[in-house]
């Protein structure tokens, strides 16, 4: 029997299932474990006496750490394979959490979040590139379902914070050092699967043997896609750390709920967030990523308009519909920068995650000022019109279907 190499850019693997719900439950263990730490805000600003801004100071060194790292790990990655780096990233949040637990004062609460962000840091781009590879070619679904488990996570950490932390006090931080135990052996295996191709795709580079797919795009073309991709990602983070930071305490503030309550609102948000996420990926695999991404931003601003002006329970629903038509963005404009730069999987998503990161940190901070100086309900007057910056998705090209 005659021996064929595979065409190139031919569809040579199927999705490796297995794997892929490995990193999106790996994902959804270390978003829960990032997700307390907005969740304690109403707990540490109690106990430590903060103001709003040292509360948006705390989100800032977090998504520093978690930010300016990660495109440095997505190039270290593209170039040399390190196939059990997820273990050591999520050993930085396990030590993070328990120094959470146990901080005396702010300053151990801000150390303690540097290293849950340095975990985080390791984490995305390194997940993000198995899911890469685990696609079989579905890069919008792999992404997607990578994503959805993050998303959950984040949903679902405010309901167990408000469960075991709010009602009996910060050390009980503790008990979700079990979640970053559990994803450390997880990632370990998922380290075993993907070591032998991660080394012959390191032997392939060292001997110039490479299979690209050739992008047609002039060079000017990609950078000021890659810039509107980033504009885009600037207007998503920022409008959602207006909600993710200081929702609790604009429900408490607006419509005097209680921390238990408030809490429980936040994580009916960030489901909507898991929802949307599902969505996006598959649709733009279907129909092209460009209409998603224009849809998913600038199709929220009729909703956003209105979310200042509602009482609670139109606040519920249109925060959730925010969260499902927003969240739909992420998956396609990764998949998309990805395409625009093939062969760079780990500088990208480094890129992408770690600025999505570091706007949600700045935004907080910004947000947390301007709640102190002008009332939180200002805060949500004018992050009402972020979204309609969505609109400079036109000038994104339309990246043409090739076969996988």
Known sequence: MRNEAPAIGKQISSTIYPVLFAVSFSHLLNDTIQSLIPAIYPIVKDSFHLSFSQIGLITLVFQLSSSLLQPLVGMITDSRPYPYALPVGMGFSLTGLVMMALAPNYHWILVSVAFVGAGSSVFHPEASRMAYAASGGRRGFAQSLFQVGGNAGSAIGPLLAAMLIAPFGQFNVIWFSFAALAAIVILYRVGRWYKPKSIRNYILRKNKIRVTVQQSLPRTTVVISIAVL?????????????L???????????FDVSVQ????YLFIFLFAVAAGTMIGGPVGDRIGRKYVIWLSILGASPFTLALPYANLSWTIVLSFIIGVIIASAFSAILVYAQELLPG????????FFGFAFGM?????AVLGK????QGIDYVYHICAFLPLIGIVAAFLPNLAKRPH
Not at 231 to 240: D, G, N
Not at 261 to 264: D, E, H, K, L, P
């Open 360 to 364: 949600g940190g700045v935004g907080s």
């Open 230 to 242: 980033l504009v885009l990602i600037f207007s998503k983070y920022f409008y959602f750390a207006s």
């Open 261 to 264: 309550q408030s809490q429980i």
């Open 370 to 373: 301007l709640a102190d100086n």
């Open 244 to 254: 993710t930071s200081y929702y609790t305490f604009y429900l408490m503030h607006k």
């Open 344 to 351: 760079n999987v780990g500088l990208v998503s480094g890129l």
